[in-house]
Each structure stands twice: as C-alpha cells, then as structure tokens.
Nanobody, 127 residues
Framework: QVQLVESGGGLVQAGGSLRLSCAAS????????MGWFRQAPGKEREFVAA????????YYADSMKGRFTISRDDAKNTVYLQMNSLKPEDTAVYYC????????????????????WGQGTQVTVSS
C-alpha cells in the first residue's frame, strides 16, 4: 500500500512558478512510477507528467512541455513538479498518483491507470 501526500500548491500570478511535492509512504518507492494529474473546475482530470521507476524517464502532456519538470528523489520518497511560466489555465487541483509497482505500460499521451492517489493540492494562477 502506498500513501501519497501533496504539498506546495497556492496562489501565484501569471508567469510565476511553483514547485509541488508529493511524499510517499513505504520502503519500495523506487519501484513505483509516479505521475501528476490535474482537474480544473468543470473539467475532466487530465495527465500532466510522469516519471518512470527505472532510469527516471520523463513524460509530459503536450501543453506542459518546456514549462513543467517532473523529478524524483528516491532517498526522500518524494516526487516533484516544478511549474514555470504559469498561466491562468493551469489553475486546477493537482494530484499525485502511482500505478502498481514495476509499471511497464504506456505513459503517453494520457498517463497511466493509477492505483494510488493523493488528496490533491490547489494551484491558482491569477491573471
């Protein structure tokens, strides 16, 4: 069982930056691919970014490429999402997620089918 807790959301002006963190429980964090999804009001949840468990390959939704960076620190059981050049349309609740261990499925374009979810953290970008 994996428990995920996000932090780092908040209010930022357009063009600004935020770094989200997701702390995971358990001693086998390095065996889990990790990802970020988001859900804006009135919209479906969408894939943002993912990072593999082996070698840390990264994957991004097209609209986030070049602005967002996902990374992980297995020693700290934490995955990060650095968000730069934020836009009002990035306003959403951001969720950390993980599939089952040793995931070998696809990541692009829709991410993965998650087995574990965090509670979400609100990001609001003002214009």
């Amino acid at each position: 069982q994996v428990q995920l807790v996000e932090s780092g959301g908040g209010l930022v002006q357009a063009g600004g930056s935020l770094r989200l963190s997701c702390a995971a429980s358990g001693r086998t964090f390095s065996s889990y691919a990790m990802g970020w999804f988001r859900q804006a009001p009135g919209k479906e949840r969408e894939f943002v970014a993912a990072i593999g468990w082996s070698g840390g390959d990264t994957y991004y939704a097209d609209s986030m490429k070049g602005r967002f960076t996902i990374s992980r620190d297995d020693a700290k059981n934490t995955v990060y999402l650095q968000m730069n050049s934020l836009k009002p349309e990035d306003t959403a609740v951001y969720y950390c997620a993980a599939p089952g261990p040793y995931y070998t499925g696809t990541y692009y374009p829709a991410g993965f089918l998650a087995d574990y979810w965090g509670q979400g953290t609100q990001v609001t970008v003002s214009s």
